[in-house]
């Protein structure tokens, strides 16, 4: 892939008499901090993984400026494993490195394909080959972002295909290395032994990134963030009504952070539009954006939880 080479601000050391390289000028050329910022301002917490991605970033600059003011460089390993619990803004990271790859001219678009098991593994004999291949080939010039990626290895089925599209996976990571990244995504336990089993990938990625899960007050200020940017609000009791969902439902199996609070939301919507269309009536604009404690407080959550009491008594 043909990089496009950017100039190289230099002046003059007042001392040594050479030529120094002048890394904000470069800093504001790249537009690396744009990225970053929006990462930090889109995403509630996560500070160790936006720590990891500033310092993934710093060292990409710095291998991009040593290529171009010539200093012999080796290129850097792109791939890459985000693990953690689901809902934890690992496709949002994602979607921030490929831009950060394209701007520095790792990768040529930065787009982001995901993939799941379904998108790459076929059926039958001779099905896998040609799905895997065309998911890389749309993915090419950015990254391709595999969720659940534990799920493609299968030993207890010998009839499954799924390590027929991991060694096309690693012959596409290998061959594309100046214009595919592979992110590979999933609980940190299972990745582990994904990539146990899998040595060949192991060896191939050297970012590792943790998600950790979200804290109740994060979580929280997710909301908060979710409701503004739609327009919608908590009143003061359905604020507490949703304090105390969310406590619940942060209990439950299968909860996952962000997106359990994404889908709770907009089912408050769905039950606020179907009371304010029965009730009927002239209303004032607020009322469009006012979420009631009893959109909140009709969930399964609420009924679970009684029932459990229940039984506990």
Do not use: C, W
């Not at 010539?70 to 831009?99: C, Q």
């Not at 214009?179 to 990539?195: N, P």
């Not at 979580?219 to 908060?224: E, K, P």
């Not at 919507?269 to 009893?294: F, N, V």
């Amino acid at each position: 892939m043909e990089v496009q080479q950017k100039e190289v601000v230099l002046s003059k050391g007042s001392e040594e008499g050479i030529s120094l390289i002048d890394i904000g000028e470069q800093l504001n050329q790249f537009r690396i901090e744009e990225v970053l910022e929006d990462l930090d301002r889109e995403l509630v917490g996560l500070r160790p993984v936006k720590q990891r991605v500033k310092e993934i970033a710093s060292f990409l600059m710095v291998q991009r400026l040593r290529e171009i003011a010539g200093v012999v460089t080796e290129p850097p390993s792109l791939h890459m494993s985000f693990t953690g619990p689901p809902g934890t803004g690992k496709t949002t990271v994602a979607m921030k490195m490929g831009k950060i790859l394209h701007r520095l001219g790792y990768v040529r678009k930065g787009h982001l394909i995901t993939a799941s098991r379904e998108d790459l593994v076929g059926q039958y004999v001779g099905h896998t080959a040609p799905k895997t291949k065309e998911v890389i080939k749309r993915a090419m010039g950015g990254v391709l972002f595999i969720d659940e990626a534990y799920s493609l290895y299968r030993p207890e089925s010998e009839r499954d295909y799924g390590q027929e599209a991991i060694e096309i996976l690693l012959q596409a990571m290998e061959n594309n290395r100046k214009d595919l990244v592979v992110i590979f995504a999933g609980y940190q336990d299972r990745m582990e032994l994904f990539f146990q089993m899998n040595p060949g990938l192991r060896s191939r990625i050297t970012h590792h990134i943790q998600f950790p899960s979200y804290t109740y007050e994060e979580l929280l200020a997710i909301a908060d963030l979710m409701l503004k940017q739609q327009m919608y609000f908590f009143d003061e009791e359905s604020r507490k009504a949703f304090e105390e969902y969310l406590k619940l439902r942060m209990q439950q199996p299968l909860f996952a952070n962000a997106r359990s609070v994404r889908n709770a939301i907009d089912r408050f919507k769905l039950r606020q539009a179907a009371r304010l269309i029965q009730q009927g009536g002239r209303i004032p604009p607020t009322e469009l954006m006012r979420i009631d404690q009893s959109d909140i407080r009709q969930s399964r959550v609420f009924k679970e939880a009684q029932l459990k009491t229940e039984k506990e008594e």
